[in-house]
């Protein structure tokens, strides 16, 4: 089934008028990602050729968080640590920046996607475990 959402409509929900920074193929692949993610937990019934304005938007900000993550990737191996006589100059912020939006963007569409899945997904990044001894460590 075709993608519920399209390239116009991530580019102005994120405001992403950069197409340098954020070419078309990107968006479409962020795109592509967000859908295949989307039908995995989607009731069939609700697979239709006109969707649901409900399930556009949710999968304009999944393919956004998919697309916001690719932008915090490439941020992280641009930014490089300098140290100038002495002094370390951080790479900016703009991994975990992006990073906290595209994780905000995923909960949010899948939050509103509640009453269209046969199963919700796990969304967390990592699960903690207790901690334990290492290396004889008490």
């Not at 916001?68 to 191996?77: D, G, K, T």
């Not at 569409?109 to 967390?124: C, G, H, K, Y």
């Amino acid at each position: 089934m075709a993608n519920f959402t399209t390239e116009a409509a991530v580019r102005e929900k994120f405001q992403l008028i950069d197409t340098t920074l954020v070419p078309a193929a990107l968006v479409e692949t962020s795109i592509d990602d967000a859908h295949a993610d989307l039908l995995r937990f989607l009731d069939p019934v609700f697979d239709t050729p006109t969707p649901e304005e409900a399930l556009v938007l949710s999968e304009t900000f999944l393919a956004g968080a998919h697309l916001l993550q690719s932008l915090a990737s490439s941020a992280a191996f641009a930014g490089r640590r300098v140290t100038v006589g002495g002094q370390r100059i951080e790479p900016d912020g703009r991994f975990e920046a992006l990073t906290k939006l595209a994780l905000d963007s995923a909960r949010r569409a899948w939050e509103n996607l509640e009453p269209f899945l046969l199963a919700a997904p796990s969304v967390r990044a990592l699960l903690l475990t207790d901690s334990s001894p290492v290396l004889g460590e008490e």
